[in-house]
């Protein structure tokens, strides 16, 4: 199942030209349906969503444990697609907000690259 993070403006992934999550597997009972349709639902929001902090954290926290489990059985896993509409301005905010609200520094991030060969 792959759950891509797209958004272009509110639209809908198909309206966009990108593609948006992969369907399930209909013979899926682990939830992967209903998996699909909310990152259907989320790939569709504007960027100005009315959500409350609690449920933007908790579902943060949530794609970062995601992502990191795939990451640590394929390390070429990328979070997001060749293609996307995601800035670089986008990523540097999150990044940046990840690792102040661990209080990490960007030093840090770079000494545990070197010591680990991560990259």
Request: aromatic share 6%.
């Amino acid at each position: 199942m792959n759950c891509m993070y797209m958004r272009d403006k509110g639209r809908m992934p198909e309206e966009t030209g990108v593609p948006g999550p992969a369907a399930p597997d209909a013979d899926d009972d682990n939830g992967a349906a209903e998996l699909h349709r909310a990152c259907a639902l989320i790939a569709a929001l504007p960027m100005n969503v009315d959500m409350s902090d609690a449920d933007l954290r908790g579902a943060m926290a949530s794609l970062v444990r995601i992502f990191a489990a795939r990451n640590e059985m394929d390390r070429s896993y990328l979070p997001l697609p060749q293609g996307t509409s995601v800035t670089a301005t986008e990523c540097m905010l999150t990044v940046s907000a990840l690792l102040r609200s661990l209080n990490l520094q960007l030093f840090e991030l770079g000494m545990w690259q070197s010591f680990t060969g991560r990259h």
